[in-house]
Antibody
Framework: EVQLLESGGNLVQPGGSLRLSCAASGFTFSSYAMSWVRQAPGKGLEWVSTIVSGGTTYFAASVEGRFTISRDNSKNTLYLQMNSLRAEDTAEYYC???????????????WGQGTLVTISS | EIVLTQSPATLSLSPGESVTLSCRASQSVISYLAWYQHKPGQAPRLLVYDAFNRATGIPARFSGSGSGTDFTLTISSLEPEDFAVYYCQQRRSWPITFGQGTRLEIK
């Protein structure tokens, strides 16, 4: 059974840093693209970042230069390092797996339950 | 960036009714369009991918159609558990984008 378990969410002051983790199990982690998607309070889903199996990374413009995505295939874990945090980064952060696709990265077929990040002084 | 516009924003319907949700893209996404269901406190769930393919375990009452810039998700005979927020999402080009969502409420 595919499982994704996020952790690391917390209350942080503006300008601070935080690292989220996503522990994966039930599939060959190294073979899949993995992503972070967030939902701010009262808002819709927003894609944040993706790392493909080969290591190439992609970021939303709103987090480019502040966030870093990485993976440790030996630990089956995905990370999101968030620096220079802003109030608008407050959100539930979901880890999601991309299905295998013939072209590009596939749709998000499995999601974690989310971890809450709150940026406030 | 490809902008996805969903309509309507909110729908109020009764169980047993059928509904069609719309998603329009600002430029062609070919067929790289997915639909998700999201309930409060739960993980989003993939319903349909690549415009019309139902994801594993999704009931047949959910169906997707469309190509290019116009897509629909139809739910025939709503069940009580179908009341949620629905999002479309494109993977045609970076950045990946989602629509703003359609909230399906019980009348």
């Amino acid at each position: 059974e595919v499982q994704l378990l996020e952790s690391g969410g917390n209350l942080v002051q503006p300008g601070g840093s935080l690292r989220l983790s996503c522990a994966a199990s039930g599939f060959t982690f190294s073979s899949y693209a993995m992503s972070w998607v967030r939902q701010a309070p009262g808002k819709g889903l927003e894609w944040v970042s993706t790392i493909v199996s080969g290591g190439t990374t992609y970021f939303a413009a709103s987090v480019e230069g502040r966030f870093t995505i990485s993976r440790d295939n030996s630990k089956n874990t995905l990370y999101l390092q968030m620096n220079s945090l802003r109030a608008e980064d407050t959100a539930e952060y979901y880890c999601a797996r991309s299905a295998v696709a013939a072209a590009g990265t596939g749709p998000f077929d499995y999601w974690g339950q989310g971890t809450l990040v709150t940026i406030s002084s | 960036e490809i902008v996805l516009t969903q309509s309507p924003a909110t729908l109020s319907l009764s169980p047993g009714e059928s509904v069609t949700l719309s998603c329009r893209a600002s430029q062609s996404v070919i067929s790289y369009l997915a639909w998700y269901q999201h309930k409060p406190g739960q993980a989003p769930r993939l319903l349909v991918y690549d415009a019309f393919n139902r994801a594993t375990g999704i009931p047949a009452r959910f169906s997707g159609s469309g190509s290019g810039t116009d897509f629909t998700l139809t739910i025939s005979s709503l069940e009580p558990e179908d009341f949620a927020v629905y999002y479309c999402q494109q993977r045609r080009s970076w950045p990946i984008t989602f629509g703003q969502g359609t909230r399906l409420e019980i009348k």
